[in-house]
């Protein structure tokens, strides 16, 4: 499992909303889109060479609703403190305000925001200390 890639992938009911806040906010490249495959609509972003991606699909007639909590978390640690800032402001040029965590933790030193369908992502201004 040490060389495995991670695909994270959930439903979305807005997909156009989605590339906006991961692509234009975050920064993730449009690695691949679909239209109307057995049913299904998607994208899927992530940086080249990273070994994850993130995958949101529309089932045409099938409603997504939104996230079950607000724990429902990205995380992304990014250390260089430049980057992390670059970061933060690509959102809030695009009027995408950071919003409280519900665990403070990370209000210490990231920044939370919640995606179109109510999942949250955390920037995280730190390295990853695993």
Do not use: C
Not at 13 to 35: H, K, N, Q, T
Not at 101 to 126: C, H, M
């Amino acid at each position: 499992m040490n060389r495995a890639h991670l695909r994270v992938a959930r439903p979305s009911d807005d997909i156009p909303a989605l590339v906006r806040f991961y692509r234009d906010g975050l920064g993730f490249e449009l690695l691949s889109e679909f239209v109307d495959h057995d049913g299904f609509s998607g994208v899927m972003f992530g940086h080249e060479g990273a070994a994850y991606h993130l995958e949101f699909t529309r089932k045409h007639g099938h409603p997504a609703g939104r996230a079950p909590s607000r724990d429902h978390l990205l995380v992304f640690y990014v250390p260089d403190e430049a980057e992390w800032h670059a970061a933060v402001a690509r959102m809030e040029q695009l009027g995408i305000q950071p919003v409280k965590s519900s665990n403070p933790y990370w209000d210490k030193i990231g920044k939370t925001f919640e995606d179109p369908d109510g999942y949250r992502v955390v920037l995280q201004n730190a390295p990853w200390a695993g």
